[in-house]
């Protein structure tokens, strides 16, 4: 996808774990932190990604890590 804009968050703290990696962006799914949250955040914003034709994506600097997610967007492109 060739994208004209992103908005990236990184992640300051401990890596995220391989098996929760591909689970984190749906509804009601919190990492092992002790946290609080609903868990929803990252499912409402791939959502609202996804909405405007863009996509929400983990960004990881080596295999089983994770250091953020990246929404990427190309103007002019949504699903409604």
Avoid: K, Y
């Avoid at 990236?8 to 509804?27: D, F, H, S």
């Avoid at 960004?59 to 002019?76: C, I, K, L, V």
């Amino acid at each position: 996808m060739s994208a004209d804009g992103a908005l990236a968050v990184r992640n300051a703290g401990p890596m995220v774990a391989p098996e929760v990696m591909a689970q984190l962006a749906q509804p009601f799914t919190r990492g092992a932190t002790p946290a609080e949250g609903s868990g929803l955040g990252l499912a409402i914003a791939r959502a609202i990604a996804a909405g405007s034709g863009g996509r929400l994506a983990l960004s990881s600097p080596a295999p089983g890590q994770a250091d953020g997610f990246e929404a990427r967007f190309t103007p002019g492109q949504s699903n409604q």
